[in-house]
C-alpha cells in the first residue's frame, strides 16, 4: 500500500461542469496505482490500509483463473494461493 493521500472532491456534471462549489476534504489509500474509497480521517484511512494490506497476505484456496492481456488473448491458470505478496504500509503524514 502506498502512502495515504489527501483528496479535494468536487461534485460535476457529465460535461465536467461544477454542479456544486461545496469540496470535501476527505483521505484515501492508494494500492498499485489505485485510490481506495474515502475515509473522513487519516486515522481512518490509515487503519483501512493496514486491514488490506494484511488481507494481502493471508493465504487462500487453489482456484484456476481465467484472463485476457492486452492484445486479446485469454490465458488460463492455476493459482495455489500460496503465492502471496509482501505488503507494508507507507505514511507520508
Known sequence: MRA???LRQEMRDGEGRIQDRKTRE???????????ETFPTHEA???????AAG??????????????????????ELDP??????????DEE
Not at 484511512?45 to 486491514?51: D, P, Y
Not at 484472463?67 to 488473448?73: A, C, I, M, S
Not at 500460496?82 to 505488503?87: G, I
Open 81 to 90: 494461493g500460496s503465492d502471496r505478496p509482501q505488503t507494508s504500509v507507507e
Open 26 to 36: 476527505c483521505w484515501a489509500y492508494k494500492a498499485r496505482g489505485t485510490f481506495s
Open 45 to 51: 484511512a490509515l487503519a483501512a490500509a493496514k486491514v
Open 55 to 76: 488481507e494481502q497476505r493471508v493465504p487462500g484456496e487453489t482456484v484456476g483463473i481465467e484472463y485476457e492481456t492486452k492484445d486479446g488473448v485469454w490465458h488460463e
Open 4 to 6: 495515504l493521500a489527501n
